[in-house]
């Protein structure tokens, strides 16, 4: 992460926040860790945390690299209403009273923009909560879009419970909009600035309205050029995605799948082994990456689940290896990574054979989830 101070204090202000709630359960644990129903209440307070966490840190990962300009975007042409519907849905789904009201005024014709996918939507989520915790009570948010050369901009209008004669304020913190893993004002801006946009704000103190007006690159709609619609491409790519996996895991389903996991950290290694082997799989513990190549060829995994920062030899160098080996080369390869799944991590993931990519900190419960996906 970068030596800036408000990005390191930002940071660690953020993960307490989000982390203080497992203190809390663990003391709740210690002290009536026997009872059923406090121990299952305890266990969603940690795994809550745990995602607010990680979260958190994929946010500030973002931050720094929007900062420093090393993100990597992904900018493909997508539909503004989609990604508008899927923000608010985001922003709701955190808060089950959804109030305030978020009013769409749709288009007058479809606008489509080109932007990266994940990071737009983030942004766009980070707007929209913005506006809802600073909403004044009984106010709405009022969303609007609209066309001007080249461009698609979207006005997010809402009174605000506390007017401001500087509202460019917003954009000086690191910190999110509230603890829901979403990335500050001021990081959305300089994403929207690397996409070729922009994202302003402004407020009238005595009408007490505030507005922010996100400007996007204008694309071109797919489904003129290639005669598909965009969800009908979408719907096409995801079904040869699963036909192609499921033919390459075509096995006996009455026999446990192997599963050769490979991590240096006996800790991780041993509670991922004591999980994978709960959730009903055969697993193969390797500690360093010619172990690994060794196990692969005489126990024939189904998948391989692989650490990149191995001694030695990395999971990209034990990657190549079992794909250019006959006997090894249909084995199934899992990335097992500790660093935020960008486009860049996940390009070098497939560049080096493997099939999928998890977050080690999502846990083995993403791996069973991917697996029977899949």
Known sequence: MSDSPSLIRDFAHELRNAISPIRSASDVLHVRGSDPVVLEKALQHIRRSLDAALQTIDAFVTADRAMTGTLSLDLTTHPLATLIDEAIARVKATDARATPRIRVAPASDPLFVNVDHEQTMTMLS??????????????????????????????????????????????????????????????????????????????????????FVLTLTSGTDPGAVAGVSVPEAQANGQAKATSAHGAANGKDA???????????????????????????????????????????????????????????????????TLKSRPATKAIRLVMLSGMTLDETTRRLSLNAGFDDCIDKMAGPSALDALLHAS
């Open 126 to 211: 980070s707007v929209l909560e913005h506006a809802r915790v600073t909403c004044a009570e009984n106010g709405d948010v009022d969303v609007t879009v609209e066309r001007e050369a080249g461009h698609a901009r979207v006005h997010v209008r809402f009174p605000v419970m506390k007017p401001v004669a500087e509202v460019s304020a917003a954009f000086d913190s690191f910190r999110a909009p509230s603890g829901l893993g979403l990335m500050a004002l001021r990081t959305a801006r300089q994403i929207a600035e690397q996409q070729q946009g922009s994202l302003v704000a402004n407020e009238d103190p005595a009408s007490g309205m505030r507005e």
């Open 254 to 320: 009455h026999l446990p799948m192997k599963i050769l996991l490979v991590d240096d950290n006996v800790a991780l290694r041993t509670t991922y082994a004591e999980a994978l082997t709960e959730l009903g799989y055969d697993v193969i513990p390797a500690a360093n990456g010619e172990e690994a190549v060794k196990l692969a060829e005489s126990r024939l995994p189904d998948v391989a689940l692989i650490d990149i920062h191995l001694p030695t030899v990395n999971g990209y160098q034990v990657a190549r």
